[in-house]
């Protein structure tokens, strides 16, 4: 297996990359499954982060319970400011919680006693194994598989269509926009934590504005019809990258160029399962290909 050992001492980096990122494409995913454009999810991100990695490097903690640290602090976060925010929707829901992730990075940058300021912190064990990121990635999916198919998802699903009906017929609209706004902070902070005990460093500006519109994207691009689209949307936008590496100074070029074509001929995504059934559907027909 000399030859797996090459591949994984090169690429073990960007493979563990494809488990967080999909943890957070399934973490805008919920706020969009309730029919919310939450764009705070890097903020979340950059709090389970930090949380983790200070956890580990002051106060010597073991890694299971610095995950769970990370988990906590942003829904925790998620709680105390969505109850004012999320009476918002729309732009005004995405215009607040971009100034929320621009209030955390303002909040890192002057706590230099914890966070290390603008310089990060760096030397962050190295804690984070592949059976970690496969495992909280493997575990997602099953408990957003049950969620969605529950009463609560169901739920989502009647607030994403008519907020106004869903109410009436006797959803807690407010409560069930709240619970999807702190599981998505839950899975953003742990992606965080993990992604913080595997680089070694983390800095403010990872968690930024960039970060968030890369975050929706994944998602956006995968498709939100199904929970596997932001898995999808992630594993292509954490790929395509590395990719056209030999392509140099056009490598962004040809990457938005790729981006571009997938959204106008794919409008709901590469993976949307009306599109789905209905290629499949085909080809079981008497003479389908």
Request: one cysteine or more.
């Amino acid at each position: 297996m000399e030859w797996f050992d090459n591949f994984w001492s090169v690429y073990s980096n960007l493979v563990l990359s494809l488990g967080t990122n999909a943890l957070l494409a399934l973490s805008i995913w919920l706020t969009l499954a309730c029919g919310m454009l939450a764009m705070a999810n890097a903020a979340f991100m950059g709090i389970g982060a930090y949380t983790a990695a200070i956890l580990t490097m002051n106060y010597e903690v073991s890694f299971p319970v610095a995950l769970l640290g990370g988990m906590a602090a942003p829904m925790l976060v998620a709680f105390i400011i969505g109850k004012p925010t999320l009476r918002l929707s729309g732009v005004y829901l995405a215009m607040a919680t971009l100034g929320f992730g621009e209030v955390v990075r303002v909040f890192i940058l002057n706590t230099e006693s914890w966070t290390g300021g603008a310089l990060g912190l760096n030397g962050i064990p190295q804690q984070t194994q592949w059976w970690h990121v496969g495992l909280a990635v493997l575990l997602t999916l099953v408990l957003l598989y049950r969620l969605r198919r529950s009463k609560i998802g169901r739920a989502f699903e009647a607030i994403k269509e008519d907020e106004t009906a869903a109410g009436l017929m006797g959803v807690d609209v407010n409560n069930t926009k709240l619970l999807a706004f702190v599981l998505g902070a839950l899975l953003a902070g742990l992606a965080g934590a993990l992604n913080a005990h595997l680089t070694f460093f983390i800095g403010p500006n990872e968690y930024g504005f960039d970060r968030g519109v890369e975050i929706l994207t994944m998602t956006i691009l995968g498709g939100i019809g199904s929970i596997a689209g932001p898995v999808v949307g992630s594993m292509i936008l954490t790929v395509l990258p590395e990719m056209l590496r030999a392509f140099n100074d056009f490598r962004l070029v040809i990457n938005g160029l790729i981006l571009i074509l997938i959204v106008l001929f794919l409008p709901k995504g590469i993976w949307d399962p009306t599109r789905m059934r209905r290629w499949f559907g085909r080809s079981r027909q008497p003479g389908g290909h």
